[in-house]
């Protein structure tokens, strides 16, 4: 077991420990969301005031030009490709996560035509099923979609499948899918593999072409910082990316948007997975959160995220050990992302009087209490107070005042 001696012993060794005066965070808070929604960089507020006030405000439209706004999504996309293990001219930023599934799996099963299966996981991240499910519903009947448990995803690959959509670091339990082994087998049966990055970029590190993935999608607000309701982002290997077409086909991913051509005809590359007009401020921030990776070792985030899981649950074994906790993501940090979490019947209230005590975690239902541990700037100290306040109240029985049952529209 560590004592707070040791974790300010590490915080004061930690090779990330510069990173954390990137963030503004409220004093005495500890924030274990980052997963959710990642705190705020300390320059976004500045640059998107400046955007408004000198590039919208200023400028007007001339700044599509001079502020290169249209550049925004391919921008923005070459900060990602390095977090992600991808060229940068296979990333682009736009839209939603869900938005860009829909693209990307309809695009897919057009190109893996007349197979039309879409393999999937009956744990995956709900608006993932959501987004497949609406495709599978579409008129004239292009998509099936099979979902299967975790275990069974191997033995259901076969040459019906067209492609297999799954979400890297399951959002609750945190455990991380093997991709090579996943993409490897995919291949074998002429299908395409498909990865939602929402839990994985950030946190851990990633290999998109050296695990051979063929298509990711992705969430910029989680541990990447962008913001709340940040653009998401594609990828799209490059061997593939002029043989997909995605069926939002709007006039920024045309080739040549400005000649207003009544007919669709897809651009070159990464564009053609746009659709509309990028959000400018949306972007503006997305950037700047995306800055708070500057000169970072993804190798070095995924360590430490690791160390912060196991320190976390080890202290959660021995100090709150008769609290009912049931440990609910692999217990070897190799195989989860940087996300722990635990079951308790009472994990909702539990989990509001943790946030009563300034330590920020959240809940999923039926039962799952989570908390996540953004490596730039979650220390050690953080996660033994975080405990510490467990324990507490774990012993109070605080949790059972009736101000803590009350569910919010958003856990
Ligand atoms: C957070 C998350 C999303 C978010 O999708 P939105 O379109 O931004 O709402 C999608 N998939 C997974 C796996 C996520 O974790």
Redo the contacts with the bound molecule.
């Keep these: 077991m560590r004592t707070r001696e040791d974790c300010l012993k590490l915080d004061a060794d930690d090779p990330l420990g510069f990173a954390r005066a990137r963030f503004s965070m409220p004093e005495g808070l500890i924030y274990l969301d980052g997963n ?1 929604l990642g705190a705020l960089p300390v320059t976004t507020a500045a640059r998107v005031e400046e955007v408004i006030a000198r590039e919208w405000g200023g400028d007007l439209i001339r700044s599509w030009n001079t502020a290169d706004w249209i550049g925004l999504p391919l921008r923005v996309a070459k900060r990602i490709a390095p977090l992600i293990g991808a060229g940068e001219d296979e990333v682009i930023a736009a839209d ?4 860009n ?1 829909f693209k990307l799996a309809a695009a897919a099963l057009k190109h893996q035509a007349p197979r039309r299966v879409i393999l999937t996981e009956g744990e ?2 709900p ?2 099923q959501y987004v497949l499910q609406g495709l599978e519903a579409l008129p004239g009947g292009a998509a099936e979609l099979r979902t299967v448990a975790r275990e069974e995803l191997l033995d259901a690959l076969n040459d019906d499948v067209a492609l297999i959509a799954l ?1 890297h670091v399951d ?1 609750k339990s945190g455990a991380i899918h093997d991709m090579a082994a996943i993409t490897a087998a995919a291949h074998r049966v002429g299908a395409l593999a498909l990865w ?1 990055l ?2 994985s970029a950030g946190a851990v590190e990633l290999a998109l072409n050296g695990c051979g993935a063929d298509l990711a ?1 992705g ?1 910029g ?2 541990y990447l910082n962008g913001g709340p ?1 940040a653009p ?1 982002y594609l990828f799209v290997a490059r061997h593939l990316q002029d043989k997909l077409v995605q069926p939002l086909s709007g006039w920024m991913g045309h080739a040549a948007p400005f000649e207003f051509a009544s007919q669709y005809r897809p651009a070159a590359g990464m564009l053609r997975f746009l659709s509309g007009t990028p959000v400018v401020l949306g972007m503006a921030a997305f950037e700047e959160g995306l800055k708070t990776f500057d000169g970072i070792s993804m190798r070095e985030v995924q360590a430490k995220a690791r160390v912060l899981g196991d320190l976390f649950l080890s202290l959660v074994e021995s100090r709150c050990r008769d609290a009912g906790f049931v440990i609910g993501c692999p217990r070897d940090s190799a195989k989860r992302g940087s996300q722990v979490c635990l079951w308790h019947p009472e994990g909702y209230a539990i989990m509001q009087a943790l946030i009563a005590e300034g330590v920020i975690g959240d809940f999923r239902a039926p039962d799952v209490m989570r908390f996540g541990f953004a490596p730039l700037y979650t220390r050690y100290v953080d996660v033994f107070e975080a405990v510490t306040k467990l324990a507490e109240i774990m012993r109070s029985g605080r949790w059972h005042e009736g101000c803590f049952q009350v569910r919010a529209a958003v856990t």
């Excluded at 939603?96 to 938005?99: C, G, L």
Aim: aromatic share 14%; glycine share 4%.
């Design positions: 959710s939603s996560t869900s938005v599934l995956n991240f608006t993932d979400t959002y939602d929402s839990h999608i969430c607000y989680k309701g998401a």
